[in-house]
């Protein structure tokens, strides 16, 4: 079959496609300009015509993918904007929104053969920050993030600019759905991760260019980026890219998948976690908060492994695992 993946040039979206092929599927990637295709066209030679990329200049228009999502049978939607430097709220709420009912409408109108379209939320569709412990599952929405941002606009925090965006971007692909249901020729599955982690083969020349979850947090983090309190306290749930990748793959294959959405998360970490693996594979790197105690941690934020087990059964990597690769990965570019 032939698999189409929006934003194919992103950090996960590189691995969902490499995952792809190497499983036997085709696959046609959406990016945005011709200069975004050339790494992915290098990195996927050898697949010949099973790989290739088509320009979506502007995700958000309507129609925007009446052209991409002919002949395929399966779509992956990953385009949509992760940073937390947006000033206007709607600098990412138009995209995630708009990108994701374009796409949805596009594949309606022309996608005769699309079996199935699995979209990448996110954890930050699900969980509201809490000073208590929670276990999170998928029946939990992120109302509070929206709420933030209608009362404070553009003066609502980062983050939450971000999670707004994807739990409005997710409401409206459910909401399209259910709407549409009766009518259309392929299912919805939606996979919601937490930080993604893991080494990166998109196209990346300095650190700074690296996405948001491996920049700010990971590569910072390991060289010292955060206090001693920071690091112990900090914390939330991670999945490695590679495994990530794998769900984008299961989500289109099991059929119990249809109509859900997925929470695949590995398991919770405090920062201090990702610190001391990464000075254990290299000591030159800092030890951080040497009275941490990995076993008496209290994670706030945890998320019910209940489903993803039951319909996609990944065998996770293990955070030091995640670690090591990355760090590897790193260093294999000259940047530590
Ligand atoms: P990247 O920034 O590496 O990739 C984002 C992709 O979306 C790129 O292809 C990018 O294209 C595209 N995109 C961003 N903004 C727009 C826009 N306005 N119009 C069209 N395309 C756009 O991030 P990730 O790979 O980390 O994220 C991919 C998906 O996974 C996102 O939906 C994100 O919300 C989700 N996610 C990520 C997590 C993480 O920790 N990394 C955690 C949970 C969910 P371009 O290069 O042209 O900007």
Excluded: M
């Excluded at 569709?125 to 599952?137: D, G, I, K, M, N």
């Amino acid at each position: 079959g032939k698999v189409l993946v929006t934003g194919a040039n992103g950090y996960i979206a590189v691995w969902v496609v490499k995952t792809l092929l190497e499983q036997g599927f085709s696959v046609r990637g959406t990016v945005r300009s011709e200069s975004k295709a050339v790494h992915l066209r290098k990195l996927f030679k050898s697949y010949g015509d099973h790989f290739e990329v088509v320009i979506v200049e502007d995700i958000t228009k309507d129609g925007a993918f009446d052209e991409a999502v002919k002949g395929v049978d399966a779509i992956e939607h990953t385009a949509s904007p992760f940073h937390f430097k947006a000033i206007e709220p709607d600098e990412l709420i138009v995209p995630a929104v708009h990108g994701t009912t374009s796409v949805l409408k596009s594949a309606q109108k022309y996608g005769t053969s699309v079996k199935r379209v699995v979209i990448t939320s996110s954890c930050a569709a699900v969980l509201t920050p809490s000073t208590e412990p929670r276990v999170f599952s998928e029946s939990d929405w992120n109302e509070a993030s929206i709420q933030e941002v209608k009362e404070k606009g553009r003066d609502a925090a980062g983050p939450a600019k971000y999670r707004a965006s994807k739990t409005l971007a997710e409401r409206a692909a459910w909401e399209f759905y259910e709407q549409n249901k009766g009518s259309l020729s392929w299912d919805l599955v939606v996979l919601n991760p937490p930080f993604v982690f893991g080494p990166a083969i998109h196209d990346v020349d300095i650190p700074d260019n690296l996405n948001e979850s491996a920049r700010d947090w990971f590569f910072n983090v390991v060289r010292g980026k955060l206090d001693n309190d920071a690091l112990v306290n900090i914390g939330s749930s991670y999945v490695d890219v590679r495994d990530l990748a794998l769900a984008h793959s299961l989500a289109l294959q099991k059929p119990e998948a249809a109509g859900e959405r997925i929470i695949v998360s590995a398991g919770p970490w405090k920062w201090q976690d990702f610190v001391s693996a990464a000075h254990r594979f290299d000591n030159r790197l800092p030890a951080g908060n040497k009275s941490y105690d990995p076993t008496k941690a209290v994670h706030l934020i945890q998320y019910s492994p209940d489903k993803e087990r039951r319909i996609l059964g990944i065998q996770f990597r293990s955070l030091e695992e995640t670690t090591k690769d990355t760090i590897d990965d790193f260093k294999a570019r000259g940047w530590l």
